[in-house]
């Protein structure tokens, strides 16, 4: 189907594990990019890239990887998880230009005990 | 630096009355302003945008927005609140010469009462 995908759907991991998470989009967008929603402070931007193999840390980076190696597939890796990290990660994607806003993903919600 | 404020955590209104959510923002140049909801357990989704033109845009599920320049402001309206428009929503502002990052505002919970 088209659109934007993220997996798992829900997640629980120990701390200190290394868990990644999903995101797939199958409309060759250029932009991809990673959000965090916590409770009072909206959405904020983990890490987004720009095309295949180009990525650019955005406003709260520390603890999380990410890759590009296809331009459909941006993957998040927390490395070695913490509960401060417990949170919904949104991916999201656009078209180059951005006259149109992002697309988003269903989300993940991530459990950090 | 660009940023939004949603000055509301939370708005209640009845069932027929009218609906605004407030959102005001800063950016160092010309701005592209977006509205999206979220519905429990979901993603975000797009209701409207501005970018040029016309001060006043309309969206989906009846909702409209008015420019402000003067005012920094990009107010959300529905003239005509339903129970279903019961969400989380959240402006965005991303300046012109940015390089597509979206920055967005806290979110403002609407409850519409029946």
């Known amino acids: 189907d088209a659109g934007i995908t993220q997996s798992p759907r829900y997640k629980i991991t120990e701390t200190g594990r290394q868990v990644t998470l999903m995101c797939h989009q199958t409309?060759?967008?250029?932009?991809m990019f990673w959000y965090r929603q916590d409770l009072g402070h909206g959405l904020r931007l983990i890490y987004y890239?720009?095309?295949?193999?180009?990525?650019d840390k955005g406003e709260v980076p520390d603890g999380y990887v990410v890759s590009r190696s296809k331009t459909e597939n941006f993957p998040l890796t927390l490395e070695s998880a913490t509960r401060s990290q417990t949170s919904v990660y949104f991916c999201?994607?656009?078209?180059?230009?951005?006259?149109?806003?992002?697309?988003f993903g269903s989300g993940t919600r991530l459990t950090v005990v | 630096a660009q940023s939004v404020a949603q000055p509301e955590d939370q708005v209640n209104v009845a069932e027929g009355n009218p609906l605004t959510v407030k959102c005001t923002y800063s950016?160092?140049?010309?701005?592209?302003l977006f509205w999206y909801v979220q519905y429990p357990n979901r993603g975000l989704q797009f209701l409207l945008k501005?970018?040029?033109?016309?001060?006043l845009v309309k969206g989906s599920y009846g909702f409209e927005a008015e420019f402000n320049k003067s005012q920094t402001s990009f107010h959300l309206k529905k003239p005509s609140a339903l129970v279903s428009d019961s969400a989380l929503y959240f402006c965005?502002?991303?300046?012109?010469?940015?390089?597509?990052?979206?920055?967005f505002g806290a979110g403002t919970t609407v409850t519409v009462r029946a």
């Open positions: 950016v160092s140049g010309n701005p592209y």
């Open positions: 999201a994607s656009s078209e180059s230009g951005g006259r149109h806003g992002y697309t």
């Open positions: 965005a502002v991303r300046d012109y010469g940015n390089d597509y990052k979206l920055s």
């Open positions: 501005y970018i040029t033109g016309d001060n």
């Open positions: 409309w060759s967008h250029s932009y």
């Open positions: 890239s720009a095309a295949a193999d180009i990525t």
